[in-house]
């Protein structure tokens, strides 16, 4: 019920009045969600502004050691909170932005879960932590539900009237020394595919169209889905999509088009996906080189080098920190024969 609005007043008429009673109640139930959900969402602000202001601190004091990967990690998590403390104050109805802290929350988890189990760390403290963050999980979950069945019920006209999130969409391409059909062919064994994917862990392919894919995610946290073909053009195209049971909804296509004066294959990818925080946790994931526009990128360079190299080149002669894949010249000769029995 919002600020100076009263309560409807009886009738005496049973049916009207308890109608009125019910939107009394609901109307209450609306403010208590909508409450706990801008208060999850400062919360969030909160948290992330701190991970950020001091990352090993804030490591230390759950228990980690204060190093540059737990640093790095404690950092990642902290502009994913911002996004979604931002994501859920700036929204009307902030079901989405919620659920993206349930999301953030299971992957806060699967990281603690993960130092328990390492004797360098203060086991004691991190269980704590991970009783602590169980315990927002479960704020977050009933402020989710809750929300959720206002806008199933009695809020449907207003979530409909909502202008709704699109996807963030990725297009990138790049040039290969190699004809069509042999591109076509390494790409569409999914199981090459980690070859060159940095973040993709595992592809298994179950049939002719459906895969299980395997992948980790920013702080380190694991993401499974399955996929499954919709569209297979030999040669020239793959589309796919994910099924209804993954946790980040994606799909997207790779087109392979004969280069000019016969130098190589275009190829051409197209990505849409739904991040669990919405298009701010996708801005501030640039930050870090996690945006999957960056990945793909790096992605198809690494798929270059395989192709014309066979294998992927690193380089420690530059400004990034440890050995990184090298970007091979575009104007590569074809490789010689002896080696095209690495690459297939």
């Known amino acids: 019920m919002t600020a100076g609005t009263q309560q409807p007043p009886y009738t005496g008429n049973r049916e009207t009045d308890r109608w009125q009673g019910d939107r009394w109640d609901r109307e209450g139930a609306d403010d208590r969600s909508e409450r706990l959900a801008r208060g999850l969402g400062w919360f969030s602000l909160g948290l992330g502004l701190t991970q950020l202001a001091a990352p090993r601190g804030v490591?230390?004091?759950?228990?980690?050691?204060?190093?540059?990967?737990?640093?790095?990690?404690?950092?990642?998590?902290?502009?994913?909170?911002?996004?979604?403390?931002?994501?859920?104050?700036?929204?009307?109805?902030?079901?989405?932005?919620?659920?993206?802290?349930?999301?953030?929350?299971?992957?806060?988890?699967?990281?603690?879960?993960?130092?328990?189990?390492?004797?360098?760390?203060?086991?004691?403290?991190?269980?704590?932590?991970?009783?602590?963050?169980?315990?927002?999980?479960?704020?977050?979950?009933?402020?989710?539900?809750?929300?959720?069945?206002?806008?199933?019920?009695?809020?449907?006209?207003?979530?409909?009237?909502?202008?709704?999130?699109p996807g963030v969409q990725v297009r990138r391409s790049i040039t290969v020394n190699r004809p069509p059909q042999e591109i076509y062919a390494f790409w569409r064994n999914f199981e090459n595919l980690p070859r060159f994917m940095a973040h993709l862990e595992s592809v298994r392919v179950i049939d002719d169209r459906r895969s299980h894919w395997k992948t980790t995610a920013p702080a380190g946290a694991k993401v499974e889905w399955d996929a499954e073909i919709v569209e297979d053009r030999p040669n020239e195209l793959i589309a796919w999509r994910s099924l209804s049971s993954a946790?980040?909804?994606?799909?997207?296509?790779?087109?392979?088009?004969?280069?000019?004066?016969?130098?190589?294959?275009?190829?051409?990818?197209?990505?849409?996906?739904?991040?669990?925080?919405?298009?701010?946790?996708?801005?501030?994931?640039?930050?870090?080189?996690?945006?999957?526009?960056?990945?793909?990128?790096?992605?198809?360079?690494?798929?270059?080098?395989?192709?014309?190299?066979?294998?992927?080149?690193?380089?420690?002669?530059?400004v990034h920190r440890g050995p990184h894949p090298a970007r091979p010249s575009d104007e590569l000769p074809r490789i010689a024969p002896n080696m095209e029995g690495a690459i297939r």
Do not use: C
């Open 247 to 318: 946790d980040v909804p994606n799909e997207g296509s790779v087109r392979f088009v004969a280069a000019p004066g016969g130098r190589g294959t275009e190829i051409h990818v197209e990505l849409r996906y739904e991040p669990p925080g919405g298009r701010l946790a996708a801005l501030a994931a640039k930050l870090f080189a996690e945006e999957p526009g960056q990945q793909v990128a790096g992605d198809l360079r690494r798929f270059k080098q395989v192709m014309e190299l066979g294998e992927v080149v690193h380089s420690d002669a530059s």
């Open 59 to 165: 490591a230390r004091m759950i228990g980690l050691r204060g190093d540059d990967e737990n640093r790095n990690a404690i950092v990642a998590i902290g502009v994913r909170e911002i996004a979604s403390g931002i994501g859920i104050l700036t929204q009307h109805r902030p079901t989405g932005g919620v659920w993206s802290r349930v999301g953030g929350d299971v992957m806060d988890l699967a990281l603690l879960g993960r130092a328990l189990n390492s004797r360098r760390n203060d086991r004691n403290r991190v269980a704590v932590a991970t009783v602590a963050v169980a315990g927002v999980t479960l704020l977050d979950v009933l402020a989710g539900r809750q929300l959720g069945r206002e806008t199933n019920g009695h809020g449907e006209a207003a979530a409909m009237a909502e202008p709704k999130e």
